[in-house]
């Protein structure tokens, strides 16, 4: 087996996701583009490449347990795993989801997406996680996950969005379970909020990409006596 340390990012066709595998690869790392359209995840391949990376393809669709099973198996070695890959599900004005009126289909697609997604895929991937000398998962999440934060009148967090918020609480409470279960096991798990990014997913409003892959980044490469089972943003601890 090569010395070379494996990272899969899910949802890493464009975004936020293609930026944490850039940046993975310009550190050395071999990096499968987990990605729902295959042609979208070779296109994005072949750019990486074009640029030097050392990156490969994956077909995944976290939603499906054959896909994440079958993208499993196209595995030999992982050594990282970012969960990237997730929905808001349909907002009404003003990135609103009016927790009176909610679509339960939508809060159904979210939440297959954004926790059980990362439920599957972590689950598939831990046989091969468990093989690596230096395991990292980074789930990432989202300040308004925050209850602490939801509940502060002070507090600024943005528009009620009752379908995505909620997911993001659960993303981080599974986080700190999976970090509890593993101690002892070498396996790090964080969550990380990257803030605000200019992606498609935010229609192009916040910051560059480039700025929100740094946190994932460094939990991704953390030291073996690093932190496990935290919430951060570049400026630190989030509060639950």
């Keep these: 087996m090569s010395d070379t340390k494996t990272a899969l990012v899910t949802g890493a066709n464009k975004g936020l996701g293609y930026e944490i595998a850039a940046g993975l690869a310009a550190r050395g790392y071999r990096v499968a583009i987990g990605a729902r359209d295959r042609a979208r995840g070779e296109a994005a391949v072949k750019t990486l490449r074009a640029a030097g990376a050392d990156a490969f393809a994956v077909a995944l669709d976290v939603t499906d347990d054959r896909s994440v099973a079958e993208a499993a198996g196209r595995l030999d070695r992982l050594d990282v795993l970012v969960n990237n890959a997730g929905i808001s599900g349909e907002m009404g004005p003003g990135w609103v989801q009016d927790p009176t009126t909610l679509d339960l289909d939508v809060v159904r697609r979210v939440v297959d997406t954004n926790v059980y997604g990362v439920i599957r895929v972590t689950n598939a991937m831990l046989p091969l ?62 969550a990380a909020c990257p803030g605000l990014v200019a992606t498609d997913f935010t229609g192009g409003q916040g910051r560059p990409v480039q700025e929100a892959a740094a946190t994932p980044i460094r939990l991704a490469t953390l030291p073996d006596n690093g932190p496990t089972g935290t919430f951060v943003n570049d400026d630190g601890t989030i509060p639950w």
């Design 129 to 190: 996680l468990r093989r690596s000398p230096s395991p990292r998962i980074v789930n990432i999440s989202s300040s308004v996950g925050s209850l602490t934060w939801q509940a502060d009148p002070a507090i600024e967090v943005g528009p009620i969005m009752a379908a995505y918020s909620p997911t993001k609480s659960y993303l981080n409470a599974i986080t700190v379970h999976y970090a509890r279960q593993l101690t002892g096991t070498g396996i790090l798990i964080n």
